[in-house]
C-alpha cells in the first residue's frame, strides 16, 4: 500500500500543504527560469518546501514496512519549522505545450496476473552481489524485494498521448493515420509500472505494427523488441473510436499481450520473471484535471530543438 493511503497523512497534506508533482528527472528541465529556482536543491520523491522555495525536509524512496511512519515525521517535523512569511508569485513556465487543437489521451499500464512471490533464486539471480551475503540477509532482501515488488504489482503507471487535430479529423473519418499508429508503438506500449521505461527508439525494435480501424473498432497487432536491452512486448489491440460533431468523442483502446525484460529506469530486479501479461489502456482526458496538463514522457526524454518533431512524427 501506499503512504499516502494512510488516513493520518492524507489528513495532513490536504489541511495543511498545498501537494505538487513533477517529474523530478525530466519535467525539472522543462521548467522556466522562475520555477527552476523554487525547486533547486533536492529533488527527493517527497520534499517539502515553504513558498520562497526554502527545503524543510525530504526524504527518498523506500520500501520499509514504516514509510507511512517515517512519511508522516518528516510533515510534522517540517511543520515545527515552518515560520508563515510572504512570497512572490512564481509564473507558470512549463513547456512543452501541446499544439492547439492536440486531443490528450490519458495512458494507463497494468502488469496482469497472479503474483509469484518473490525466492531466494531470484535474489540470486538478479543480485550477483546477493551470494555473498549471509543467509540471514539473503532471507531479509528477499522479504524487502518481496515487499515493494508486491507493491509494484498492483501499481499502475501512468502517461500520456498527444493526437493532433488533424490526426483527430482523420480519427473522427474513420481513418487511423500512420503517424498515430507509430507513436502508439514507439512511445506508449512499454511497462511503465515501476518507472519510466524507455521508448522503442531504434527503428528495427518495431517488428510488427499493425493497427486498422473500420467503422470505428480499432484492432491490431504489433510485437516490440529492443535487442540491446533483451525485452519486448508482443500484443493484441482493440478498441472503439467515436466522434461527435466531426470532434472525438471515445476513444476506449487497449494493447493487451505479453512482456518481457525489463530496463534500468524501472527496478528490474523488482520486475516479474520471464513474460508476463501486461495491459495497455487508453481513453480520452476529461480536460478538468490539472495532471492532464502534463507532457507524454517520450516526450520529456527526446531532448533538443527537434523533441516535438520527433514525438509527433516518428518513423
Known sequence: MSALTNPEVAALIRSKFVPLAIDATNDYFWRGEEEKR???GHLDT???????GEALGNMGTTFAPDYDAQLLKLLRGSLSRFRPGKAPDIKDGLEP????????????AKVLGKYEPYSLEKLLWVVPGAKKMKPAEQQSTVRHYDRASRLFHSSYGKDHLWITKEEAQALAGDELPQGLKARIARYQLEDFTRG???FWDAPESLKRVEMSLKRGRLTGTVRLEDARSGRGYEAELLGFVEARDGKLSRFDVVAKGLYWGASGNTHPELAPSGKFPLAVAFTLATGGKEGEKVPPTALLK?????????YLNPR
Open 302 to 310: 527526446i531532448t533538443g530543438e527537434s523533441g516535438m518533431g520527433r
Open 196 to 198: 519510466q521505461a524507455p
Open 46 to 52: 517527497f520534499v517539502v518546501r515553504t513558498a520562497d
Open 97 to 108: 505545450r501541446p499544439p492547439e487543437g492536440t486531443v490528450v489521451v490519458n495512458v494507463t
Open 38 to 40: 523554487f525547486l533547486k
